[in-house]
Antibody
């Protein structure tokens, strides 16, 4: 059973960079796509982006100028960096495994999520 | 527009059937997946592709698609099905998009 675990600071100051890591266990990170999703308090889910194990990425156009997703296959980890954060970036951040299929994709395994608060 | 629209709330009597819909232009070209989220928990995949259930998801959950609308049907709703449900799909650029979410209340 694949398991994902997010880690990183729970508090980030405005204008600084949010950095999170997702550690994958119970399976290899290779040959799969990996996603980041966030959920603002009391709100819906927002897709942030994904990375393929080869390093290919795709980002939400609304966040693209501030987002970087990277991967370290040797550590079975992938990471999220979001720069110039504001209070609007306060959210629970989830990592998940992305499986493409014929006409779409799905997210079959999710981490437990980590709350990141942007505040001075 | 790549937005996916869901009714904010739906209620169903215990044991009855409820259908949750998700509308969006992208759905004419791509399948959606459905996720159940209970308070304080991570989303859980319940339906993907044409109408596939992951291992462990009860067969009372089913999915369908027509035109620009996809639906998640719970046949014989149970108390434990009370949760938020989100659809998810992609656009032509491969960007992901989530529905606005539907809160299901089991009466």
């Amino acid at each position: 059973q694949v398991q994902l675990q997010e880690s990183g600071p729970g508090l980030v100051k405005p204008s600084e960079t949010l950095s999170l890591t997702c550690t994958v266990s119970g399976g290899s990170i290779s040959s799969y796509y990996w996603s980041w999703i966030r959920q603002s308090p009391g709100k819906g889910l927002e897709w942030i982006g994904y990375i393929y194990y080869s390093g290919t990425t795709n980002y939400n156009p609304s966040l693209k100028s501030r987002v970087t997703i990277s991967i370290d296959t040797s550590k079975n980890q992938f990471s999220l960096r979001l720069s110039s954060v504001t209070a609007a970036d306060t959210a629970v951040y989830y990592c998940a495994r992305r499986i493409p299929d014929t006409m779409g994709y799905y997210l079959d395994f999710w981490g437990q999520g980590t709350l990141v608060t942007v505040s001075s | 527009s790549s937005d996916l629209t869901q009714d904010p709330t739906v209620s169903v009597a215990l044991g009855q059937t409820v259908r949750i819909t998700c509308q969006g232009d992208n759905l004419r070209s791509f399948y959606a997946s459905w996720y159940q989220q209970k308070p304080g928990q991570s989303p859980v995949l319940v339906i993907y592709g044409r109408n596939n259930r992951p291992s462990g998801i009860p067969d009372r959950f089913s999915g369908s698609r027509s035109g620009n609308t996809v639906s998640l049907t719970i046949t014989g709703a149970q108390a434990e099905d009370e949760a938020d449900y989100f659809c998810n799909s992609r656009d032509s650029s491969g960007n992901g998009v989530f529905g606005t979410g539907t809160r299901v209340t089991v009466l």
